[in-house]
T-cell receptor, first 117, second 115 residues
């Protein structure tokens, strides 16, 4: 079964500082990996995705993530955080549903980012 | 503009009542999904549908029902059998079904509160 672990429930960084959010996944085959961001009371917006190819993926809003197969990780990074980045971030792994068919996303429990001015 | 709409944004229900949450998409996507979000638990899959007139149970389908009579619509009914329905509900869609993988697009969500 596929699973995702986000070990940090809350992270606080100062504006302008660098950021790294951790994500570890478990999946038996080549994973499809995603990072989504959610502002309070809103839906999820895709930041970036990894399907194959270059293991360093660039996304929107200056975010990037690196896929490391040996560590089963897909950590999200940003060199300089802005106050508007305060939100909840979800890592997800995509896979196929064996019974019933179709595709399924399994989400981590999220990391709440607070930005200090 | 293409997108996913969910209504209402806020919904209040008395215990013992059934309520229906609306999800509509004009992206021409085949697959649609319903998730439940609780604080500290991430998103959990309730039901999904790959094509019209077909849907499958997700991880937490008990107490919920769905229909898929039109490609663009995937309403979710929260029945009185759902023991703890207060949560944030998110609808999503995906461009293709089958072997080709794609990202899911999410609606803005409906917050359901049981009084």
């Amino acid at each position: 079964a596929q699973s995702v672990t986000q070990p940090d429930i809350h992270i606080t960084v100062s504006e302008g500082a660098s950021l790294e959010l951790r994500c570890n996944y478990s999946y038996g085959a080549t994973p499809y990996l995603f990072w989504y961001v959610q502002s309070p009371g809103q839906g999820l917006q895709l930041l970036l995705k990894y399907f194959s190819g270059d293991t360093l993926v660039q996304g929107i809003k200056g975010f990037e993530a690196e896929f490391k197969r040996s560590q089963s990780s897909f950590n999200l990074r940003k060199p300089s955080v802005h106050w508007s980045d305060a939100a909840e971030y979800f890592c997800a792994v995509g896979g196929y549903i064996l019974t019933g068919g179709g595709n399924k996303l399994t989400f981590g429990t999220g990391t709440q980012l607070k930005v200090e001015l | 503009d293409g997108g996913i709409t969910q209504s209402p944004k806020y919904l209040f229900r008395k215990e013992g009542q059934n309520v229906t949450l609306s999800c509509e998409q004009n992206l021409n996507h085949d697959a649609m999904y319903w998730y439940r979000q609780d604080p500290g638990q991430g998103l959990r899959l309730i039901y999904y549908s790959q094509i019209v007139n077909d849907f499958q149970k997700g991880d937490i389908a008990e107490g919920y029902s769905v229909s898929r009579e039109k490609k663009e619509s995937f309403p979710l009914t929260v029945t009185s059998a759902q023991k703890n329905p207060t949560a944030f509900y998110l609808c999503a869609s995906m461009p293709r079904r089958g072997s080709s993988y794609n990202e899911q697009f999410f609606g803005p969500g409906t917050r359901l509160t049981v009084l």
